[in-house]
Each structure stands twice: as C-alpha cells, then as structure tokens.
T-cell receptor
Framework: EAGVVQSPRYKIIEKKQPVAFWCNPI?????LYWYLQNLGQGPELLIR????????DSQLPKDRFSAERLKGVDSTLKIQPAELGDSAVYLC??????????FGPGTRLTVT | GESVGLHLPTLSVQEGDNSIINCAYS??????FIWYKQESGKGPQFIID?????DKRQGQRVTVLLNKTVKHLSLQIAATQPGDSAVYFC????????????FGQGTTLQVKP
C-alpha cells in the first residue's frame, strides 16, 4: 500500500514569492494534517481536515498561509508571500478518524 | 501552556546495548502518548503508544513506561541496532480522537558499531 505522498520534496524560492505544497493521503483516510517542522524541533500542527472540512486551523497563520482539501482527498498548502522565517519542512499526515497518523516524507522549503 | 520535552538532545549507545530515551510532559490531563522515530529525510514513523490508564506497554524490542505522578514518559529499546539510529520524539494528545498531537523537541539516538 502506498504511503502519504508529498510533492515537491524540495523547494527553493526567493522571499515574497508564492509557493504551494501538495499532499495525497493514504487511500481511505478521511483525516489529513499539515505540520510545520523547524530544524531540530518536533512537528507543529498547522491545520487538520476531516474530509473536506478544516476542523482545526487555529495554528495556521492566515495572513499568508492557506490550505484546501477539495473533494476530501488531496490537499494543497500555500504560502503567499513567503518570508525567510518560513524555511522549514512541511509535513503532511493522514489517518482514519481517531487512528494512528501516518506521515509523508515532507517538503523542505528554503526561502532566500 | 502545554509542553512536551525530552531530557537529552543526543544519546550515544553501543550496538547491542539497551537504550532509554526520556520525555517529560507538563499537562497532567494528557490522555494519550506516542513515540515516533524520524530518520533523516523522512517523516516521523509511529513506534508505540500508551494511554494514561496504563503504566507500561511492550512492543517488539520497545517498551514505553508512563509515570503519571511525575509526568514522565520513557522509551526503552532492547538490543539497539544501527538501524535504530534516528531522532525520537514523544508526543501527547489530550484525547486520542482529537488528532491533535503536541510533539517534544526530539532526542537523537546514535548507535556505535
């Protein structure tokens, strides 16, 4: 069974540019999470979806970050405009409701 | 606020020895705890979990101990192997079905051959 797929794996952009990350969860998983992981730190939840609905986006900086999960499957996380401090790894995870979270490999973003 | 932390940023052990990785948490209402392993360039991988109504849980070569009195969690790895080299995170959740995990900072386990 395929795991959580994320793309791109690496992205380098200049500050003030937009960037988007894509996530394809494990088939059948209704819950999808986006996490931010800074170097040497544990992941921090940005947003959680139950099917198409964002049920917890309290940690998402809404002035520049946005996310969507159309049709309740794939999800996209966008940053516009990117800032130097956004350099980090962006992890996507999925689970069945109340189940174990499976993480993708992440997208490493570098903002110059 | 809630916080989850590990006692040591790096742990170096000899291959074949047992490893113990520690974690302290601050929220006494925490109900569910998980240990994750993260290898370089990969996402965190579930190792073992434990609920607050348990003190100990065993898996294959791993054991998690929970001491609610002092809010301490530990992961024991028996007969540590080179493949165990990774960063280990503990995470806690107020309730298992909320899906909201709070991760600690991580301990890097280095296994010397």
């Amino acid at each position: 069974e395929a795991g959580v797929v994320q793309s791109p794996r690496y992205k380098i952009i200049e500050k003030k540019q937009p960037v988007a990350f894509w996530c394809n969860p494990i088939s059948g998983h209704n819950t999808l999470y986006w996490y931010l992981q800074n170097l040497g730190q544990g992941p921090e939840l940005l947003i959680r979806y139950e099917n198409e609905e964002a049920v917890d986006d309290s940690q998402l900086p809404k002035d520049r970050f946005s996310a969507e999960r159309l049709k309740g499957v794939d999800s996209t996380l966008k940053i516009q405009p990117a800032e130097l401090g956004d350099s980090a790894v962006y992890l996507c995870a999925s689970s069945l409701t109340s189940g174990e979270q499976y993480f993708g490999p992440g997208t490493r973003l570098t903002v110059t | 606020g809630e916080s989850v932390g590990l006692h040591l940023p790096t742990l170096s052990v000899q291959e074949g020895d047992n490893s113990i990785i520690n974690c302290a948490y601050s929220n006494s209402a925490s109900d569910y705890f998980i240990w994750y392993k993260q290898e370089s360039g990969k996402g965190p991988q579930f190792i073992i979990d434990i609920r607050s109504n348990m003190d100990k849980r065993q898996g294959q070569r791993v054991t998690v101990l929970l001491n609610k009195t002092v809010k301490h969690l530990s992961l024991q790895i028996a007969a540590t192997q080179p493949g165990d080299s990774a960063v280990y995170f503990c995470a806690e959740s107020g309730q298992r079905n909320t899906g909201k995990l709070i991760f600690g900072q991580g301990t890097t386990l280095q296994v010397k051959p």
